[in-house]
C-alpha cells in the first residue's frame, strides 16, 4: 500500500483535460511544499513534470500545471495529446522521523 | 548536463546482497544536492529507498533501513547502493536519482533479478 493516494486510471479524449489526484495527509502533502510529480512511459526512467507543488522544469511544456489543497495535491494536463499517455506518479517530502520521500502508487492515462 | 549511469549485477540469489553503483558525469557529486536511490518492481510503483549527500549523511525508508547501505566515493564521482538479506519481493528496476526539492534527474534504470 502506497503512502499517498492516486486513482488507478484516468481517461481523456485528445484536446480535453484531466486531473490526477494525489492524497495524503497532514504529515506529508499537508505539512510541506515538496510535491512534485513524474511521467513514466514504458520502460522509461521517470521523468519531472512538475516539483514544489507548481512550478515547471524548463522544457516541460505548460500544458502541465499543479496545486495543493490542504492534504490532496492535483495534476492537470490540458490539450491531451497522445503522447501524455503513460503513467504519472506523486511524490511528497515526508520528514525526516519517517520516510523521507514517499510516492503515490502511480496512475494511467490513457488518450482516448 | 548531469547524467546518473546505474551498473551492477543483474542477478543476485536469495540471502545474498544486491549491490549498485551509480555513475555521475557532466557535473560534481559534491553539489548541493541529494543522491538518491528508487526501485519500482514489475509492474508496480516506485519506491524511494534511500539518499546520501556528498558529506556522507544518509536517509533511509524506515521499511528497508536495517538492509540498506548507502555510501559515496567522491574521487569516483559515484555513490552505491547495497541491500542485504534479498528475497524475490527486492526485484525490481532501481533507479538512481538527484533529488534536493525533487528528483529532477534519473538513470534509465537496472533491473536486478534475485533468484536462485
Known amino acids: 500500500q502506497s503512502a499517498l493516494t492516486q486513482p488507478a486510471s484516468v481517461s481523456g479524449s485528445p484536446g480535453q483535460s484531466i486531473t490526477i489526484s494525489c492524497t495524503g495527509t497532514?504529515?506529508?502533502?499537508?505539512?510541506?511544499?515538496?510535491v512534485s510529480w513524474y511521467q513514466q512511459h514504458p520502460g522509461k526512467a521517470p521523468k519531472l513534470m512538475i516539483y514544489?507543488?507548481?512550478k515547471r522544469p524548463s522544457g516541460v511544456s505548460n500544458r502541465f500545471s499543479g496545486s495543493k489543497s490542504g492534504n490532496t495535491a492535483s495534476l492537470t494536463i490540458s490539450g491531451l495529446q497522445a503522447e501524455d499517455e503513460a503513467d504519472y506518479y506523486c511524490?511528497?517530502?515526508?520528514?525526516?522521523?519517517?520516510?523521507?520521500?514517499?510516492f503515490g502508487g502511480g496512475t494511467k492515462l490513457t488518450v482516448l | 548536463q548531469v547524467q546518473l549511469q546505474e551498473s551492477g549485477p543483474g542477478l543476485v540469489k536469495p540471502s545474498g546482497t544486491l549491490s549498485l553503483t551509480c555513475a555521475v558525469s557532466?557535473?560534481?557529486?559534491?553539489?548541493?544536492?541529494?543522491w538518491s536511490w528508487v526501485r519500482q518492481p514489475p509492474g508496480k510503483g516506485l519506491e524511494w529507498i534511500g539518499e546520501?549527500?556528498?558529506?556522507?549523511?544518509?536517509n533511509y525508508n524506515p521499511s528497508l533501513k536495517s538492509r540498506v547501505t548507502i555510501s559515496v566515493d567522491k574521487s569516483k564521482n559515484q555513490f552505491s547502493l547495497k541491500l542485504s538479506s534479498v528475497t524475490a519481493a527486492d526485484t525490481a528496476v532501481y533507479y538512481c536519482?538527484?533529488?534536493?526539492?525533487?528528483?529532477?534527474?534519473w538513470g534509465q534504470g537496472t533491473m536486478v533479478t534475485v533468484s536462485s
Open positions: 536519482a538527484r533529488g534536493r526539492e525533487a528528483f529532477d534527474i
Open positions: 557532466g557535473g560534481s557529486i559534491s553539489s548541493s544536492n541529494w
Open positions: 546520501i549527500y556528498h558529506s556522507g549523511s544518509t
Open positions: 497532514s504529515s506529508d502533502v499537508g505539512s510541506y511544499n515538496l
Open positions: 514544489e507543488g507548481s
Open positions: 511524490c511528497s517530502y515526508a520528514g525526516s522521523s519517517t520516510s523521507n520521500w514517499v
